[in-house]
């Protein structure tokens, strides 16, 4: 009876660490989402969308958003070779 409860607690505490890691999880996705969505939003009122941000106009390569001294930028995935920058901020 005794080994019965023992198990039944530490399954139960099994149980809670799962849940409690799928919580942080979650909340960590909820995040992500939410950036992302800010992102999209900042794009859409500059007159930019993401299709017309993945193609470099220099050289065919993927653009991206990358931090830099002054702040965000998109530049192209093929840097050194292309140079290709584009400033975020108006």
């Known amino acids: 009876m005794e080994i019965?409860?023992?198990i039944i607690i530490i399954l139960s505490i099994?149980?809670?660490f799962k849940i409690l890691k799928f919580k942080k999880i979650e909340k960590q996705i909820d995040k992500f989402e939410s950036?992302?969505?800010l992102k999209e939003l900042e794009l859409n009122l500059k007159?930019?969308?993401y299709e017309k941000l993945i193609v470099c106009p220099q050289c065919g390569g993927n653009l991206r958003i990358a931090n830099g001294r002054y702040g965000e930028f998109?530049?192209?995935s093929n840097y050194p070779?292309?140079?290709y920058?584009?400033?975020l901020r108006s």
């Open 4 to 6: 019965f409860v023992l």
């Open 14 to 16: 099994y149980i809670l």
């Open 35 to 37: 950036n992302f969505n």
């Open 47 to 49: 007159g930019l969308s």
């Open 74 to 76: 998109l530049g192209c």
């Open 81 to 83: 070779r292309c140079k």
């Open 85 to 87: 920058t584009r400033n």
